[in-house]
């Protein structure tokens, strides 16, 4: 190693890394430089240092805008490298004020005539599936270029169309349909790999590309203002399920670079700054959290269930639903490509998960508690899966996501110092209590989603399973969906048991990408608390005994809530099997 390391240039804006941190040399740096000093043991603290160089130490400072450190003997081990910079949102095409929504609003109609036959499809898409002449239609369709598409605009207006049509391609039927047609698949696989999505009905697709403003001159943060471009079932149910979703996208938008701007204010140590935003972070989490509560004002809990939620689901994990290969995607050259994606899921949410980044917020598998498995996940009998098999739920979410965004995302995970700065700073009861504010509302938003997918799947799969014992063999096999699906495998033998491994009651209700869904939430919502600086916040948020919904209107009578069932399932984080993916109405 060189004796000496010279940093040219104007001065950093950043912190300097020191590991080790032998005390001599943190007497050593100059330029009052704000530094992070982490030791062995993994503790760190923040100094300014404002002294001059000690010449026993044999480091000077070489002229204004040049820091030179002549390394003794004994410090040769010592390295120093620069923060990575704070990500900067045009480059990751993000807007400040409608975060990671498009700047630029959704097309209504692609501009170039040659795709006016995508655009016929689509805007006769509900009559198409009514009258099942979808298939027969799509079938029939030109496999048209993409070179017409200039603008990303186009480019994410044809990802849209494109996707509508194969999803109600797969799922518009009595039996879904395991092959999608050259016309879709050809241009919908170069559409994908132009975005960085898979060729799949993600969020994206149905949510942040699927808008449009009622009133030019008003906000796209109001529901009252927004309406959706496609649908599959045409009702206003489906509109407003993705519309509450735009709304959230919308008003949260300026958590961003709030919470950047608190990042750059840890790395100065301005305690004043980072309690202002933070709490700014915690006021607008609550009016999320008041835009969520609104789903029920006009999207119907069993409309969703029943004639929505499958027209969402992906292939993978779908075989009692009909694709047990998993979807063809039939490029016209004859070879079979058969490939499995999860459905669409507002796991799918970049800004969901960048307030769990920006915090600090920590997420295990379901069942493991501060690094300890209980009982319940030990011995699920997924236990014995290879470790190839098994992979990280967030990351594979960040597939789902467009490209850019989730390279935000991690590069968000690579600086964000808010919750250690936090925690250095513990003894100042006004960052403590924005910081643990902050964590509240995030949890109560939780808390808030919970109830809904309690209302919208659990309450109404329970319903259509009693509905569905009253009629005759044959008029329950008639139709194959996920919601068909789903009360088959808890009507085996006639027991409303599940199938599966460990005969518990609702192990295998799954949402659209297969996947169970309460326990998932929960645990997402009890660690969502745990980085609470305070000890009596972190036991309150961390509890285990609480009971979903009672007195919510979401839920009505409390004693609804009982049937609420514990499910074994993967977790939010850490290791997921294969089987086991993310969907349903949507898992924040």
């Given at each position: 190693?060189?004796?000496?390391?010279?940093?040219?240039?104007?001065?950093?804006?950043?912190?300097?890394?020191?590991?080790?941190?032998?005390?001599?040399?943190?007497?050593?740096?100059?330029?009052?430089?704000?530094?992070?000093?982490?030791?062995?043991?993994?503790?760190?603290?923040?100094?300014?240092?404002?002294?001059?160089?000690?010449?026993?130490?044999?480091?000077?400072?070489?002229?204004?805008?040049?820091?030179?450190?002549?390394?003794?003997?004994?410090?040769?081990?010592?390295?120093?490298?620069?923060?990575?910079?704070?990500?900067?949102?045009?480059?990751?095409?993000?807007?400040?004020?409608?975060?990671?929504?498009?700047?630029?609003?959704?097309?209504?109609?692609?501009?170039?005539?040659?795709?006016?036959?995508?655009?016929?499809?689509?805007?006769?898409?509900?009559?198409?599936?009514?009258?099942?002449?979808?298939?027969?239609?799509?079938?029939?369709?030109?496999?048209?270029?993409?070179?017409?598409?200039?603008?990303?605009?186009?480019?994410?207006?044809?990802?849209?169309?494109?996707?509508?049509?194969?999803?109600?391609?797969?799922?518009?039927?009595?039996?879904?349909?395991?092959?999608?047609?050259?016309?879709?698949?050809?241009?919908?696989?170069?559409?994908?790999?132009?975005?960085?999505?898979?060729?799949?009905?993600?969020?994206?697709?149905?949510?942040?590309?699927?808008?449009?403003?009622?009133?030019?001159?008003?906000?796209?943060?109001?529901?009252?203002?927004?309406?959706?471009?496609?649908?599959?079932?045409?009702?206003?149910?489906?509109?407003?399920?993705?519309?509450?979703?735009?709304?959230?996208?919308?008003?949260?938008?300026?958590?961003?670079?709030?919470?950047?701007?608190?990042?750059?204010?840890?790395?100065?140590?301005?305690?004043?700054?980072?309690?202002?935003?933070?709490?700014?972070?915690?006021?607008?989490?609550?009016?999320?959290?008041?835009?969520?509560?609104?789903?029920?004002?006009?999207?119907?809990?069993?409309?969703?269930?029943?004639?929505?939620?499958?027209?969402?689901?992906?292939?993978?994990?779908?075989?009692?639903?009909?694709?047990p290969l998993g979807l063809n995607y039939?490029?016209?050259?004859?070879?079979?490509?058969?490939?499995?994606?999860?459905?669409?899921?507002?796991?799918?949410?970049?800004?969901?998960?960048?307030?769990?980044?920006?915090?600090?917020?920590?997420?295990?598998?379901?069942?493991?508690?501060?690094?300890?498995?209980?009982?319940?996940?030990?011995?699920?009998?997924?236990?014995?899966?290879?470790p190839g098999q098994r992979h990280n739920?967030?990351?594979?979410?960040?597939?789902?996501?467009?490209?850019?965004?989730?390279?935000?995302?991690?590069?968000?995970?690579?600086?964000?110092?808010?919750?250690?700065?936090?925690?250095?700073?513990?003894?100042?009861?006004?960052?403590?209590?924005?910081?643990?504010?902050?964590?509240?509302?995030?949890?109560?938003?939780?808390?808030?989603?919970?109830?809904?997918?309690?209302?919208?799947?659990?309450?109404?799969?329970?319903?259509?399973?009693?509905?569905?014992?009253?009629?005759?063999?044959?008029?329950?096999?008639?139709?194959?969906?996920?919601?068909?699906?789903?009360?088959?495998?808890?009507?085996?033998?006639?027991?409303?048991?599940?199938?599966?491994?460990?005969?518990?009651?609702?192990?295998?209700?799954?949402?659209?990408?297969?996947?169970?869904?309460?326990?998932?939430?929960?645990?997402?919502?009890?660690?969502?608390?745990?980085?609470?600086?305070?000890?009596?916040?972190?036991?309150?948020?961390?509890?285990?005994?609480?009971?979903?919904?009672?007195?919510?209107?979401?839920?009505?009578?409390?004693?609804?809530?009982?049937?609420?069932?514990?499910?074994?399932?993967?977790?939010?984080?850490?290791?997921?099997?294969?089987?086991?993916?993310?969907?349903?109405?949507?898992?924040?």
């Open positions: 190693m060189p004796s000496a390391f010279v940093i040219e240039g104007r001065r950093p804006a950043g912190y300097i890394f020191i590991t080790p941190c032998p005390r001599r040399l943190v007497r050593t740096l100059v330029y009052q430089a704000q530094c992070t000093l982490n030791s062995t043991a993994k503790a760190s603290h923040l100094a300014r240092l404002r002294s001059t160089p000690d010449p026993g130490t044999g480091y000077s400072l070489r002229q204004e805008n040049f820091l030179q450190l002549h390394l003794m003997s004994q410090l040769t081990r010592a390295t120093l490298t620069m923060l990575p910079p704070i990500p900067i949102l045009a480059d990751y095409g993000i807007s400040p004020t409608h975060g990671f929504l498009p700047d630029v609003l959704p097309l209504t109609r692609l501009p170039d005539p040659y795709y006016n036959k995508w655009e016929a499809v689509v805007s006769n898409l509900q009559a198409l599936i009514l009258s099942r002449r979808l298939r027969s239609v799509v079938d029939r369709l030109p496999v048209l270029s993409t070179i017409g598409l200039e603008h990303e605009a186009e480019w994410r207006r044809a990802y849209s169309l494109l996707c509508f049509m194969a999803h109600g391609y797969v799922w518009g039927g009595d039996q879904p349909s395991d092959h999608l047609p050259p016309p879709i698949t050809v241009p919908l696989l170069q559409v994908s790999e132009h975005l960085e999505l898979p060729p799949v009905a993600t969020y994206a697709a149905v949510c942040l590309w699927n808008f449009k403003p009622l009133f030019m001159d008003e906000g796209i943060d109001s529901l009252e203002n927004l309406a959706s471009l496609n649908t599959f079932t045409g009702s206003l149910d489906e509109s407003w399920f993705y519309l509450v979703s735009v709304a959230i996208e919308a008003h949260g938008a300026p958590i961003i670079p709030l919470m950047l701007t608190a990042i750059a204010a840890a790395r100065e140590g301005d305690l004043a700054a980072v309690t202002r935003c933070l709490r700014g972070f915690a006021e607008r989490l609550t009016d999320l959290t008041s835009i969520l509560q609104r789903m029920h004002e006009s999207c119907d809990p069993l409309i969703f269930y029943n004639r929505i939620r499958p027209f969402l689901a992906g292939s993978k994990n779908m075989a009692e639903a009909g694709l039939d490029d016209g050259s004859g070879r079979l490509d058969y490939r499995f994606y999860s459905g669409g899921s507002n796991a799918q949410s970049s800004l969901i998960q960048f307030f769990d980044v920006v915090l600090g917020i920590d997420h295990r598998p379901t069942g493991e508690f501060g690094g300890r498995k209980t009982r319940q996940s030990s011995e699920s009998p997924r236990e014995d899966r290879a739920f967030i990351m594979e979410m960040r597939r789902y996501m467009p490209g850019p965004h989730a390279r935000f995302l991690d590069q968000v995970g690579l600086v964000a110092n808010v919750r250690g700065f936090v925690e250095t700073h513990a003894d100042n009861p006004q960052l403590t209590l924005a910081y643990d504010a902050c964590l509240a509302m995030l949890s109560s938003f939780r808390d808030k989603h919970i109830a809904i997918v309690t209302r919208y799947i659990i309450v109404p799969s329970r319903e259509v399973r009693a509905r569905s014992r009253s009629r005759s063999p044959e008029a329950t096999r008639k139709r194959l969906d996920l919601a068909s699906a789903s009360r088959q495998r808890k009507d085996v033998g006639g027991t409303g048991q599940s199938s599966g491994p460990t005969g518990t009651a609702n192990t295998k209700l799954k949402g659209t990408g297969g996947t169970a869904l309460i326990p998932f939430l929960k645990q997402a919502r009890d660690e969502t608390g745990e980085p609470a600086v305070a000890e009596w916040t972190r036991r309150f948020m961390t509890r285990t005994n609480r009971t979903e919904g009672r007195g919510d209107f979401f839920m009505g009578k409390s004693e609804v809530s009982s049937i609420i069932e514990e499910v074994q399932v993967g977790g939010l984080a850490g290791t997921w099997t294969m089987d086991e993916e993310v969907g349903g109405i949507c898992n924040y």
